[in-house]
């Protein structure tokens, strides 16, 4: 699941922050080329710890940016190095997640350009539990789409194309309802200790165990195959400073 940690107060508790591992270059878009940069803000649920050291269900936002460019024969995925950071496993599980969701949808990511920004300073993200809504995100914006509003997703993406299990699932739901998010897209497969829970009243859960599933729930439209992504896809892990 995110675990987002601080070293002061945010969403009314307290967490610490290590610093991200890799450091690798990659070269930041210019001005003339972020004109062709699409961005999307999205919503994901998390865990985290009250002051109490008690876990609990937060709401956070992160920025997505995405480009296309003909002729790279590598996906590049970047993540900013603040105002919030992401752990190395996070930014791994991203990374693999978005190449096994294209693999799914029968398209090849190696022209993508995918940027993170995590708006919260000093807080990290740990976990994988994101990675379905930005996997997601990344179709999305690969095929023109966008994601419809209060709609939010929590999951892992399997190298096969799977939604899979991860923790904390109704410390989330909690959260959403508590912002007011009338849907939450989660796996069909959970884990034991989290099949003990209700929905709120006026909310819809929505469990899934595709990608495809996923997508159409999140964007109202059907996410057409194209046929099985030719080749090894390569991931290039970067982080931005």
């Excluded at 460019?69 to 970047?78: D, H, I, K, P, R």
């Excluded at 752990?87 to 096994?100: E, H």
């Excluded at 993170?116 to 993200?125: E, M």
Aim: overall charge neutral; aromatic content about 8%.
């Amino acid at each position: 699941m995110p675990y987002l940690r601080k070293t002061a107060f945010i969403f009314s508790i307290l967490a610490w922050a290590v610093p991200c591992g890799w450091a690798l270059p990659f070269a930041q878009p210019t001005v003339a080329e972020q004109m062709y940069w699409q961005k999307q803000s999205v919503t994901f649920l998390g865990t985290t710890l009250d002051l109490n050291g008690e876990p609990k269900g937060i709401v956070a936002e992160l920025d997505i940016s995405f480009r296309k460019q003909e002729g790279q024969e590598v996906l590049n995925v970047t993540f900013a190095s603040g105002p919030g950071k992401f752990s190395p496993l996070t930014q791994l599980a991203i990374q693999s997640g978005i190449v096994s969701a294209a693999r799914m949808a029968g398209l090849d990511p190696k022209t993508w350009n995918i940027f993170l920004k995590f708006p919260n300073p000093g807080v990290t993200i740990y976990g994988d539990s994101l990675t379905a809504m930005v996997s997601v995100v990344a179709l999305a914006m690969a095929n023109g789409n966008s994601i419809l509003l209060n709609r939010v997703m929590t999951g892992k993406v399997t190298r096969d194309g799977h939604i899979g299990a991860v923790g904390g699932i109704p410390l989330k739901i909690q959260a959403a309802f508590a912002k007011h998010i009338p849907r939450v897209i989660i796996p069909d497969d959970r884990f034991p200790e989290d099949n003990d829970w209700e929905t709120p009243f006026l909310m819809q859960i929505s469990p899934v165990s595709t990608v495809l599933q996923a997508y159409q729930i999140l964007t109202g439209t059907t996410l057409p195959r194209v046929g099985k992504a030719p080749g090894l896809m390569v991931v290039h892990n970067t982080n931005e400073q």
